[in-house]
């Protein structure tokens, strides 16, 4: 007889069941409880979009449009890509949407993103983000409210050894007499760069600081900061996060090597970063985005924003208790079947979960639900073709109250 191949699951997804269920589940509310503290309302927006939704605001050079995007052409001949983040998805329905209305607007989202890359532990093709964004809010403000909302969102999951590294990336003038700068080091020592930065010195030689590769490191720690090349606007705009950031008692360290993968970070960059996690370390990040919703073709509008990975911050809070329910039925005697789906529909009516055991041997169902790990067990027997209900409680509950008198009205 043929054998039937049995399907598998595909790389890099994940079926997510028990714990890690509620780790996630741990991690969403945390996070919709924290936006309502901060007055950010949720939005959702399509898993998929226009290729070039991501490929005109992530560039053509980064490192998810350039290798991680998973795009296709769908029936219509359209391209289409997987969203590989949200920051963009957000900008396009800011725009398409007429969303300047209402700006400053103050948005999370959450939900599945995908990136075509090597499977490793936390790190995924399918995976899950968070995703905070403030759109229309020039002012530092903004990025300091953020970076608050993050480390309260991090405080409130109990995750403690997270460091906030902050950097800025000064504006477009900034930018371009430190790229100069930056491009002048790295020609001058060529031929000590990777393959990879050699490619990027042509295409985005800022990228070559936060290189991972070790050959690069020393080229790369020896390269200019910026500082000597921020405008005096840009550096009171960065002095206005870092005093906020202070004030609001976020304790945070400067790293100038941080880049952050796309080329539409302005100002502010940071990582909330960690070395539990081995080499995927950032657990959450963004930065400042001010001329995304406009190369988009909307209008001039600022932006700053950052994103979370659900799993990575799902690995490192404390695991949350199994859910167990208020009460558990055994049924000792199938012609007891009936009365009890009148209770516990009853009970799950009064706002009790509520389950029942009512397969297998008669005789051990009530061992089976003293097992359960239930506030109240409730056990309905037959006497003298009368149900008789017995109730226990390890101690005596309001729960064991409120479910005595439930049951007893019925009849
Ligand atoms: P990395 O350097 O680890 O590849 P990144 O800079 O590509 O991260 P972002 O684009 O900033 O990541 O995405 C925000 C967050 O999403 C990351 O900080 C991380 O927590 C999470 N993340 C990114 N890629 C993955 C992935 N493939 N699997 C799981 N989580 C991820
Ligand atoms: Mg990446």
Redesign the pocket.
């Known amino acids: 007889m043929a054998r039937i191949e049995t399907p598998n699951r595909i790389r890099g997804t994940q079926d997510i069941f028990g714990e890690e269920q509620r780790r996630f589940a741990r991690v969403l509310e945390t996070f919709d409880h924290v936006r309502k503290l901060y007055c950010f309302q949720r939005v959702d927006i399509p898993v998929f979009e226009a290729t070039g939704v991501f490929a005109r605001s992530m560039g053509e050079t980064s490192d998810v449009v350039s290798k991680e995007m998973y795009t296709f052409e769908d029936k219509g001949g359209d391209l289409i890509t997987l969203r590989p983040?949200f920051t963009a998805g957000i900008c396009r329905a800011y725009i398409t949407e007429g969303w300047q209305q209402y700006a400053p607007i103050k948005l999370v989202t959450s939900g599945p993103v995908f990136?075509y890359?090597r499977p490793q532990k936390?790190?995924?093709r399918q995976?899950h983000?968070l995703d905070a964004e403030i759109l229309g809010a020039a002012d530092p403000a903004a990025d300091v409210e953020l970076l608050v909302l993050a480390d309260q969102l991090l405080r409130e999951l109990g995750i403690e050894d997270v460091t906030l590294q902050l950097n800025t990336l000064g504006d477009a003038e900034t930018r371009d007499a430190w790229r100069s700068a930056l491009v002048a080091h790295f020609e001058a020592h060529k031929d000590q760069l990777s393959e990879d930065s050699l490619v990027r010195l042509e295409k985005n030689p800022m990228r070559i600081l936060d290189s991972k590769d070790p050959k690069d490191r020393p080229i790369a720690d020896s390269a200019p900061d910026i500082d000597a090349y921020l405008t005096e606007e840009a550096a009171a705009f960065f002095k206005a996060v870092t005093d906020g950031l202070d004030a609001a008692g976020v304790q945070w360290t400067r790293n100038s090597r941080l880049v952050r993968?796309l080329d539409y970070y302005r100002h502010t960059a940071f990582e909330f970063v960690t070395d539990k996690l081995g080499a995927?370390g950032?657990?959450?990040?963004g930065g400042r985005y001010d001329g995304l919703v406009g190369n988009l073709g909307g209008p001039e509008t600022p932006g700053v924003g950052w994103?979370?990975?659900v799993?990575?911050l799902a690995m490192m809070i404390a695991e949350p208790a199994a859910e167990n329910p208020d009460v558990i039925i055994a049924v000792e005697d199938d012609r007891a079947l009936g009365h009890s789906q009148r209770a516990i529909r009853l009970l799950r009516d009064n706002g009790f979960s509520a389950d029942m055991i009512a397969t297998g041997s008669p005789r051990k169902r009530y061992d089976k639900a003293a097992k359960v790990n239930a506030k109240v067990l409730v056990s309905f027997r037959l006497q003298d073709d009368e149900v008789v209900t017995n109730i226990r409680s390890a101690t005596p509950t309001d729960e064991y109250v409120r479910v005595s008198q439930l049951l007893e009205s019925l009849a």
């Open positions: 983040e990136r890359e936390g790190r995924f995976f983000q993968g995927q950032t657990v959450l990040a994103a979370a990975g799993e990575r």
